[in-house]
């Protein structure tokens, strides 16, 4: 996988990040006000969590290939 890849894949790690943070208070002022608080919040905290999770895990690919990168050039 290319460095542009890595890195492309690490920024949408990070607009995932930001749609789940920005998502949940808005989907329980609107969208979902008939639905339990907690069971809602329960379920945007998993998906916060995946999408950090995701970002983590984009962040060690992309220092890897970075080195990696570094590695074969010399």
Wanted: a neutral charge; hydrophobic letters at 45%; glycine letters at 8%.
């Amino acid at each position: 996988m290319g460095s542009r890849a890595r890195r492309m894949r690490t920024i949408g790690a990070w607009i995932l990040l930001a749609a789940s943070v920005i998502g949940w208070p808005l989907s329980a002022l609107t969208v979902a006000k008939d639905e339990p608080q907690f069971v809602l919040g329960l379920s945007w905290l998993a998906i916060t969590l995946t999408c950090v999770d995701l970002l983590t895990s984009s962040q060690v690919h992309e220092e890897q290939g970075e080195q990696q990168d570094g590695t074969s050039k010399r």
